[in-house]
């Protein structure tokens, strides 16, 4: 039997070499997609529909009474206190205050945080110097301790320094993380060719042009990526600053730890301020998500 003689298959084609029969896949033309079929919407929609479910909860129990809270069964729909739990929280819990701390705390870290891993990683990934791969396990290798290993000396180092209940005190232990500097670390590895960087010194780029237009732009799915993941952590970041800060000059979750004191807590103002302190992440994530897909989607057809 020939070549020609084997039949067709819809997903490929066949041949035969020495006797023997492989099979070539078919590849598919430029444009086509594969179809999802019903499965995989099904599958999609029960994963939506549990990941909101938490957000749901909270504004449902934040729009109704404490005492209707405690009642079986608990309410499944939105009630009419929602406005007024939510000026509740804002007013006992000093959130005005505590939004702006908040916003300059995570904007901060996350600059600092991506600026910062992305050089390090470039030069990992990419300079010769002495000692790299040690000094690479050692940055891994503060990822294996506890950070509440780290609390005692590092309040005693900014109490030294005069930092006592003032946002540097948050800021600078954050500056960059050693996961980051891994994460852009093995990005760059692959996603920057030596060959771009050794064709720029050749045209007289400077290192600093270098890392300016080689080296960020070819850097920026996975530091879309990593500023998001670092903006959330250091928003929700709750450890530090309560020992670090206090009522009098907060951030969100700091502020938000007040409205959980007293002899009964009101849960209905404690979800209303936990609602508000989420509304920032879910703005700022409509306002850059499409960014920051399309910058992982980049960094995939790449890879």
Excluded: C
Excluded at 97 to 122: D, E, H, K, P, Q
Excluded at 209 to 215: A, L, Q
Excluded at 267 to 277: D, E, K, N, P, W
């Amino acid at each position: 039997m020939t070549t020609t003689d084997l039949p067709l298959s819809p997903a490929g084609t066949a041949k035969t070499t020495g006797g023997r029969r492989f099979w070539r896949p078919r590849v598919m033309g430029a444009g086509k997609q594969l179809d999802a079929g019903p499965v995989t919407y099904a599958v999609l929609t029960l994963f939506a529909l549990v990941s909101l479910a938490p957000l749901v909860w909270t504004a449902i129990a934040a729009s109704r009474t404490d005492r209707r809270l405690a009642q079986t069964p608990p309410p499944l729909w939105f009630g009419a206190n929602l406005f007024k739990n939510l000026q509740a929280a804002w007013d006992q819990a000093g959130l005005g205050t505590a939004m702006v701390n908040s916003t300059l705390v995570a904007t901060t870290i996350t600059v600092s945080t991506v600026v910062f891993s992305t050089l390090a990683g470039f030069a990992f990934a990419k300079l010769r110097f002495r000692f790299s791969s040690v000094l690479l396990l050692l940055t891994i290798g503060t990822m294996m301790i506890p950070p509440q290993l780290a609390v005692v000396p590092l309040y005693l180092w900014m109490s030294g320094l005069g930092w006592s209940n003032q946002l540097q005190t948050v800021v600078l232990p954050t500056l960059v993380t050693a996961f980051g500097t891994f994460f852009m670390r093995q990005y760059l590895v692959q996603a920057l060719p030596t060959e771009l960087i050794e064709a720029a010194r050749v045209d007289g780029a400077s290192s600093a042009r270098i890392v300016w237009h080689v080296v960020f732009p070819a850097a920026r799915p996975a530091m879309a990526v990593l500023g998001l993941l670092t903006f959330v952590f250091a928003w929700n970041d709750f450890l530090w600053p309560i020992i670090a800060l206090n009522q009098q000059n907060p951030t969100v979750q700091v502020a938000l730890n007040s409205l959980g004191t007293g002899y009964v807590p009101d849960q209905a103002v404690i979800m209303a301020g936990a609602l508000l302190g989420t509304l920032p992440l879910l703005i700022a994530f409509l306002l850059f998500g499409k960014q920051i897909v399309g910058g992982i989607m980049q960094g995939a057809i790449k890879g």
